[in-house]
């Protein structure tokens, strides 16, 4: 089956930069996801990129696409305490498949 | 806004125990998903159902059965609990078509089978 791998934990400091990064095999992948859960909470999609795109931006989001590589990064500026969450990669052709989800801790 | 409402939150089994999980959304979507979340695997697709009337197998179905009630509806049972199905279920649903193909959650249901 395809897999979509990701690190499981990201420790930084309260006002540094986040970069969560993700790997997926399905080439044919039309849609890239990133969602964030809270603890006790489902999930809830932060942001999603097409496929033909290279780059996204979203306030202090920024989504990074190498289709080459297939590898997929999410990058927080100025990353906050209310942004401790784990955050799931995720990719869409006929049906979604997530990765493992990474638990992102930050410091004060 | 509901969106996707799941019930029970919490529930505790005894092995060999039957109960069903029920899921509705108020979104007028035409997919819905019944997902397993374990520590360190992500999400796993049980089942999923494409529209009212359809269900599908997806990764991990083995110990489970679901139905569609109407389109609003989607409901997981376990005929005959184990252990090995001590998890938090999660119940999605998306618009099918055009668009991103989001999906959106409900809170959760943490099940502990004994």
């Known amino acids: 089956g395809e897999d979509v791998e990701q690190s499981l934990f990201l420790s930084v400091r309260e006002g540094d930069s986040s970069v969560i990064n993700c790997t997926y095999t399905?080439?044919?992948?039309?849609?890239l996801y990133w969602y964030k859960q809270e603890p006790g909470a489902g999930l809830q999609l932060l942001t999603y990129?097409?496929?033909?795109?290279d780059m996204k931006q979203d306030q202090r989001l920024t989504v990074l696409l190498n289709k080459k590589d297939k590898h997929l990064s999410l990058r927080i500026a100025d990353t906050q305490t209310g942004d401790s969450a784990i955050y799931f990669c995720?990719?869409?052709?006929?049906?979604?498949?997530f990765g493992a989800g990474t638990r992102l801790t930050v410091k004060p | 806004n509901a969106g996707v409402t799941q019930t029970p939150k919490f529930q505790v089994l005894k092995t060999g125990q039957s109960m069903t999980l029920q899921c509705a959304q108020d979104?007028?979507?035409?997919?819905m998903y019944w997902y397993r979340q374990d520590p360190g695997m992500g999400l796993r697709l049980i089942y999923y159902?494409?529209?009212?009337?359809?269900?599908d197998k997806g990764e991990v179905p083995n110990g489970y059965n679901v139905s569609r009630l109407n389109k609003r509806e989607f409901s997981l049972r376990l005929e005959s609990a184990a252990p090995s199905q001590t998890s938090v279920y999660f119940c999605?649903?998306?618009?099918?078509?055009?668009?991103?193909?989001?999906?959106?959650f409900g809170e959760g249901s943490r099940l502990t089978v004994l």
């Open positions: 399905d080439s044919s992948s039309t849609y």
């Open positions: 159902s494409a529209s009212e009337g359809t269900t």
């Open positions: 995720a990719e869409k052709e006929s049906d979604m498949r």
């Open positions: 979104m007028n979507h035409n997919s």
């Open positions: 999605a649903s998306s618009r099918t078509g055009e668009g991103s193909g989001e999906l959106f």
């Open positions: 990129i097409f496929s033909n795109m």
